[in-house]
């Protein structure tokens, strides 16, 4: 059974402070996703990562995948406010769109 | 272009009763998905549905079905509510079945009360 773990699961952040979250997953897969989820809100793609070694940015977020390791990192920069949000990675094992979830990261960034 | 739509957005049942939530994919994409997600968790698989037929299932009970229509948009049947199924539904939709890029709904907000 594929397995996806996060850590942390909750992160409390200074603004303007780096962070990375961490995405294992147990099962063969070149394909994770990572998503955020506001409060109530439905789920916001962020990056897809295709294959070994991608490597993908955009603001303040860069996401990684290492499929030998099984391991997918999303490192903020200089955080803000506005990252405040639970992240998701999500790992698609080859049956289609039955993606499994990690657990979440709740980020909480303060001023 | 408009995005993956459910309805309705909110919904209260009352344990026993049967609630059917309802999805409309992007238009073309042919593949609908259901997911569970309980207060504090990730999204858990329920179904796939890909051209009209069930391509997968995830650890639910039979209480939960689904369907898909001609125009690729899809039910989720829940009979015999429990309290436990409260929790929000997301429909994901994408163009194929195989290893594409899925894109959420808003979700349906349930609660069983």
């Known amino acids: 059974e594929l397995k996806v773990e996060q850590n942390p699961l909750f992160l409390s952040m200074q603004e303007g402070k780096n962070y990375t979250i961490y995405c294992n997953y147990s099962?063969?897969?070149?394909?994770l996703y990572w998503y955020r989820q506001d409060p109530g809100k439905s789920l916001e793609s962020l990056f897809v990562l295709l294959s070994n070694g991608a490597v993908k940015q955009e603001g303040r977020l860069m996401a990684s995948l290492d499929t030998k390791a099984r391991l997918s990192t999303l490192h903020i920069t200089a955080a803000v406010h506005d990252l405040s949000a639970t992240y998701f990675c999500a790992v698609d094992w080859g049956r289609g769109s039955d993606m499994r979830f990690g657990a979440g990261t709740r980020l909480t960034v303060k001023p | 272009d408009a995005g993956v739509t459910q309805s309705p957005t909110h919904l209260i049942k009352t344990r026993g009763q049967q609630v059917t939530l309802r999805c409309s994919p992007i238009?073309?994409?042919?593949?609908v998905s259901w997911y569970q997600q309980v207060l504090g968790q990730g999204p858990q698989f329920i179904f796939q549905?890909?051209?009209?037929?069930?391509?997968g299932r995830g650890n639910f009970p039979d209480r939960f079905s689904a369907r898909q229509f001609p125009n690729y948009s899809s039910e989720l049947n829940v009979n015999a509510l429990l309290l436990g199924d409260s929790a929000l539904y997301l429909c994901a939709s994408s163009f194929d079945r195989g290893n594409t890029e899925a894109f959420f709904g808003q979700g349906t907000r349930l609660t069983v009360v």
């Open positions: 549905y890909y051209e009209k037929e069930e391509r």
């Open positions: 099962t063969t897969s070149d394909r």
């Open positions: 238009s073309g994409h042919k593949s």
